[in-house]
């Protein structure tokens, strides 16, 4: 079975920082591109950030680029989501998920030819 468990999320203050953590099972971030998504109330998901199996490419949407930082250890076989400066804006439910992550590709691996994971999600609360 394949699964995906993310923790870390909680209440921050703006300008605080939170490290969100992925836990993946039942298959290797060795072998997957994997990234986060988050959804805020009342719109649709964004992508965050993405990683290739590799490491070689990573991928950031515009509003956490140098604020934001994705990194994986696969030993622990665990993805996570450094962030830092959080704003309002960044509250939502952060979830990780397998992805496309080649060059401007930022989404969910959906589809038949891929292995399509998604955790359940985290909730980040960023308010004074």
């Known amino acids: 079975q394949f699964e995906l468990a993310e923790s870390g999320g909680g209440l921050v203050q703006p300008g605080g920082s939170l490290r969100l953590s992925c836990v993946a099972s039942g298959f290797s971030l060795n072998n997957f591109a994997v990234g986060w998504f988050r959804q805020a109330p009342g719109k649709e998901h964004e992508g965050v950030s993405c990683i290739t199996a590799s490491e070689r490419t990573t991928n950031y949407a515009d509003t956490v680029k140098g604020r934001f930082a994705i990194s994986k250890d696969n030993g622990a076989n665990t993805l996570y989501l450094q962030m830092n400066d959080l704003k309002p804006e960044d509250t939502g439910v952060y979830f990780c998920?397998?992805?496309?992550?080649?060059?401007?590709?930022?989404?969910?691996?959906?589809?038949?030819?891929?292995?399509?994971?998604r955790g359940q999600g985290t909730l980040v609360t960023v308010s004074s």
């Open positions: 998920a397998t992805a496309l992550c080649g060059p401007g590709e930022l989404t969910p691996a959906t589809g038949r030819e891929y292995l399509e994971v």
